[in-house]
Nanobody, 115 residues
């Protein structure tokens, strides 16, 4: 059982930046993939960004060029750097990890972009 703990969600003005963190209960190198998804009220959960144990990254179309995912193996932590935030980025952001065909989710952290 992999446990994921997110932090960093906050209220930020449009154009601002935030960094989300997700710390895993085991080495992130042992996890095939980690990533971030988000869900806004009334909408389906959508992909934000993922990173594999080999360092390969993917991004959702709506965040390309603004968000960056990275990992720190020593800290067992994956980060999501979010720049040029827009009101439509407002959502609960969930950390995800995949290992041996199983999916693990964090509890979510709220990001609100508003003036």
């Amino acid at each position: 059982q992999v446990q994921l703990v997110e932090s960093g969600g906050d209220l930020v003005q449009p154009g601002g930046s935030l960094r989300l963190s997700c710390t895993a209960s085991e080495s992130i190198f042992s996890l095939y993939v980690m990533g971030w998804y988000r869900q806004a009220p009334g909408l389906q959960r959508e992909l934000v960004a993922t990173i594999t144990s080999g360092g390969r990254t993917t991004y959702g179309d709506s965040v390309k060029g603004r968000f960056t995912i990275s990992g720190d193996i020593a800290k067992r932590t994956v980060y999501l750097q979010m720049n040029s935030l827009k009101p439509e980025d407002t959502a609960v952001y969930y950390c995800h990890a995949g290992k041996f065909g199983f999916d693990y989710w964090g509890q979510g952290t709220q990001v609100t972009v508003s003036s």
